[in-house]
């Protein structure tokens, strides 16, 4: 399963999403697989790689070379990365003037999805509505939305639900569903409460149960090069990302079997008897 982890707004908690919830998943198991596609390459250095030129999903993506070379183990055992760089900014002027551009990054990954070798494919988007943000989107099977517990952001959670809306209905990819939406950076205070309460009024079943709590931590771990969830297990922001991904899971396997989840902005009952 393809889940891509994307908000347009930076600076909500999108990566460090992606590195801790690759951890727990495979802290249970799962192998996982990161596709860092965002040029910051902060997903990249935050799971113990070095960025380096010509590492990246810009080779598949422009120069059709093998997926497989740009595999690259990481400090987190049975996860693996595929690396960004600063070159990946400009890719998307390349692609652009390819055809198929939406299609660029389901097909580079689709070899890799075909061997079954990972369990969970955790794609880390670029903070940005362009051409890698919507072909990652195309690609995907499901899209998680983390969120920061603050008006402004309730804005671009509507913006990045509309491309999900516009993706499937354009037939770009008709059968990508909203996997959730994460609150991250929640404070105890009146003002958190109230946006949290206004998403799961609007989004319903959509919107996790954990909230994703504020913490110097986060900020720390990635100086070590390993996820929050190993670098300081027991803070209250790793353990809210554990909780995190047991939901993930769980919702994977409700999807397996009768398909629960909410889309778009009605904020109805879940939906069920979908196929996953």
Do not use: W
Not at 2 to 22: M, P, S
Not at 99 to 123: C, K, M, N, Q, T
Not at 144 to 162: D, K, R, T
């Amino acid at each position: 399963m393809i889940t891509a982890v994307a908000n347009q707004k930076g600076g909500v908690g999108k990566t460090t999403t992606v590195v801790n919830l690759a951890a727990v998943l495979a802290s249970k198991g799962k192998t996982v697989l990161v596709v860092d596609l965002d040029p910051q390459a902060n997903a990249t250095s935050g799971l113990g790689v070095e960025p380096k030129a010509g590492v990246s999903l810009r080779g598949a993506l422009l120069d059709a070379e093998r997926i497989d070379d740009f595999i690259v183990g990481t400090a987190i055992d049975k996860v693996n990365v595929i690396p960004a760089e600063v070159d990946l900014a400009g890719v998307e002027v390349e692609m652009a003037r390819s055809g198929d551009h939406l299609g660029g990054v389901r097909r580079v990954l689709a070899p890799v999805v075909e061997s079954g070798v990972f369990d969970h494919i955790l794609v880390d988007c670029p903070p940005s509505l362009g051409i890698l943000l919507s072909s990652a989107l195309a690609a995907a099977d499901e899209v998680l939305v983390p969120m920061q517990c603050e008006y402004y952001a309730m804005e671009g959670l509507s913006v990045i639900l509309g491309v999900v809306e516009r993706m499937r209905r354009s037939g770009a990819n008709p059968g990508l569903r909203t996997g959730g939406i994460l609150m991250t950076m929640y404070s105890r205070t009146r003002l958190a409460d109230e946006v949290v309460a206004q998403v799961r009024a609007h989004y319903a079943d959509a919107v996790y149960k954990t909230l994703v709590p504020r913490s110097i931590r986060a900020g720390e771990a990635p100086s070590y090069g390993i996820p929050l969830v190993a670098y300081a297990p027991s803070a209250p922001v790793a353990q809210a990302y554990f909780a995190a991904g047991a939901e993930f899971l769980a919702r994977a396997r409700a999807r397996a079997t009768a398909e629960i989840f909410v889309d778009g902005p009605s904020g109805g009952a879940p939906r069920s008897g979908a196929k996953a």
